[in-house]
């Protein structure tokens, strides 16, 4: 349906979102009979409903004088229905308007098909914006430590920065994906030195973080008993920092082995990075640079030897930029999703580094926009260190952001043991399919079941990660992650794969004809209109997204749709509905519903499955 005929608002987008085309009508509509509220006034003031209302409008918003009934009373009398919106009623102080059901559907299910099936990218594109077209981000996440297992605490910022990847690029904006490793310090020292004793060149092939892990805890327990193997270790790591190439040509093949086998880790995660880069990239030069600015400022003063940054009157206490004593900037034996070791006045030890890795991106990308995506632990830290770039009047530091995230308590295996990530992942993968196999039939037709089971292990994971808001903390469930039943990720998965079918099942009515030769108007039921007007939120809740951070919201959406294809399967019947038009309309509103479903899934970096 052709949205010509509708007056033009700036920053809609009727053609890639569908209730943008109804919003405009029904501000159309209140500014023909309240000319003083302007269209854009009005838009804004057009709200999607409560139950049994498309579009609601509190005429209050709008401060026209007196009591606001009257106002909406004149909208009701002088409204004339249209090809969008087909009735209007006047409740109090409030308007319900109600979108015409024909157009809606043909509307909406148009815009999904040309922009799943013709978009002008060659991608499934239904829900993308260009909002951010022209700008570009750069997301810094994941940020693990070398010679540290790939364990439970970085999953959160793993997940949470692949979403925002995902919907930076969905809003049209140029993203650059970084993990940030820890990659230097003395803890390099101690491996070295461990290796030596402990080392072997066969394990370290075969899975370089868990051997180099292996290691470190064997030759820590050893420091711990003998001094000497920590001043071996600090002899060590200063031939690393003093340049000595026999030093560093270990260190740099333990780092290239380690981001090999992350690599593995992430694609298991359907993860990928633009980027790796880690604490050792930082030039000494940027953050000597950064420490003298601050001085020739007269931003920094000397406390007990170290040097520090004052930022009492900012209520963010004081930021140490040099230790007492230390040469190395770079030492820092966490990476930045764990736990920080703090000085006594609170303060972490790594802003140097982390301003010049700034000052460096930034020369390097032209970024508009900067993300960390890092533990809620280090709010003061990050906070210090974005106030630190801003008193350096840097004019690009107002663009850097901070997406915090609880904490997740009690994620381990069902036994209680370790908690690195592959084992959980390995265990999610053993239980779904052992639950697969109970159904032979079905079990038989998928191609490969042990990658099928490990995805639906992961996408049980992100759901249930992914469930609420991201700040909170949340307490790692196995029997309700793992269940087919609820707002559980197999639960999503699961409607996904029936929708998938329905193609398989209904041989006789595909291939389905255009978009165009489809009678929508056949689609008269309550629930099929309930389905079509969930899809056509999702471009807005993309939008919404993006904006808040929050992927929280992709997941409740695609909750309330998957509950509502399941509610729909006895009302809207395809397979043995004797009028063909009608079944072809209903399987063209289901072919639909799967492609935004799977849209909404590859947003939260799942793979829908198309059998399980």
């Not at 026999?246 to 086998?261: Q, V």
């Not at 990239?281 to 004052?310: H, T």
């Not at 079944?583 to 059998?611: E, H, M, N, T």
Request: aromatic share 10%; net charge negative; proline share 3%.
């Amino acid at each position: 349906m052709s949205t010509s005929t509708l007056p033009s608002i700036p920053g809609t987008d009727p053609e890639r979102s569908p209730l943008d085309a109804f919003k405009i009508a029904v501000a159309a509509s209140i500014n023909k009979a309240l000319p003083e509220v302007s269209l854009e006034a009005a838009y804004k003031a057009a709200d999607i409903g409560r139950k049994g209302v498309d579009f609601s409008v509190a005429v209050a918003r709008f401060k026209l004088g007196g009591k606001p009934d009257p106002w909406a009373k004149k909208v009701e009398e002088s409204f004339v229905a249209d090809d969008y919106i087909e009735s209007v009623k006047a409740e109090g102080a409030f308007l319900s308007f109600t979108a015409r059901t024909t157009s809606l559907t043909r509307n909406v299910l148009t815009t999904i098909d040309h922009f799943t099936n013709n978009s002008p990218t060659g991608q499934p594109s239904y829900g993308s914006n260009e909002t951010g077209k022209g700008k570009n981000v750069v997301i810094e996440y994941s940020s693990p430590n070398i010679a540290k297992q790939f364990h439970v605490g970085h999953l959160r910022s793993t997940i949470i920065g692949a979403f925002l990847c995902n919907v930076y690029k969905a809003c049209g904006w140029e993203v650059t994906s970084l993990n940030y490793l820890g990659d230097w310090g003395r803890q390099f020292g101690l491996i070295a030195v461990g290796f030596e004793k402990y080392g072997s060149e066969e394990e370290l092939e075969k899975n370089a973080i868990r051997h180099l892990y292996d290691v470190y805890v064997k030759i820590n327990k050893d420091a711990e008993e003998d001094e000497s193997v920590n001043d071996a270790a600090r002899a060590y790591f200063k031939r690393m920092e003093d340049g000595d190439e026999s030093a560093l040509s270990h260190w740099r093949k333990w780092r290239e082995l380690s981001i090999e086998r992350y690599k593995t880790e992430y694609e298991r995660l359907n993860v990928a990075f633009d980027i790796y880069s880690g604490e050792s990239q930082v030039g000494k030069e940027s953050q000597d640079s950064c420490l003298k600015r601050l001085e020739d400022m007269g931003l920094v003063s000397d406390s007990n030897g170290a040097k520090i940054v004052d930022l009492e009157k900012y209520k963010l206490g004081k930021a140490v930029v040099r230790k007492k004593g230390s040469l190395d900037l770079r030492a820092s034996a966490l990476a930045k999703n764990e736990m920080l070791t703090h000085h006594s006045d609170g303060t972490s030890i790594y802003l140097t580094r982390d301003i010049g890795g700034a000052v460096e991106r930034y020369e390097k990308y032209k970024f508009d926009k900067m993300i960390y995506v890092v533990a809620s632990q280090q709010d003061l830290h990050l906070a210090q260190f974005f106030k630190v770039l801003e008193l350096l009047e840097y004019p690009w530091a107002k663009s850097l952001e901070h997406v915090n995230f609880g904490m997740v308590q009690g994620m381990s295996t069902r036994k209680g043991t370790a908690v690195f990530l592959e084992q959980i992942i390995e265990e999610a993968a053993k239980v779904m399919h052992e639950q697969m196999q109970s159904n032979e039939e079905k079990y038989k037709q998928i191609e490969n079941p042990q990658e099928t089971a490990q995805e639906i292990g992961i996408t049980a994971m992100k759901i249930q990660d992914m469930s609420a808001k991201r700040i909170n903390n949340y307490t790692f469930n196995w029997s309700r992650m793992l269940s087919f039943e609820g707002d559980t990720g197999p639960y999503i998965q699961y409607a996904h794969v029936r929708l998938a079918s329905m193609e398989r099942k209904n041989p006789n009515l595909v291939p389905l004809p255009p978009a165009a030769e489809i009678q929508f108007e056949l689609l008269s039921e309550a629930k099929a209109r309930d389905i079509v007007f969930l899809l056509a939120t999702y471009p807005d809740v993309v939008k919404t997204a993006q904006e808040r951070h929050e992927p929280s919201g992709v997941v409740t959406f695609c909750m309330k749709l998957a509950h509502l294809i399941a509610s729909a399967w006895e009302t809207l019947i395809v397979k043995g509905e004797p009028d063909e038009q009608k079944a072809r309309a209903r399987l063209f509103l289901f072919i639909c519903a799967r492609d935004v479903l799977g849209a909404g899934l590859r947003l939260l970096s799942i793979k829908p499955l198309d059998r399980m």
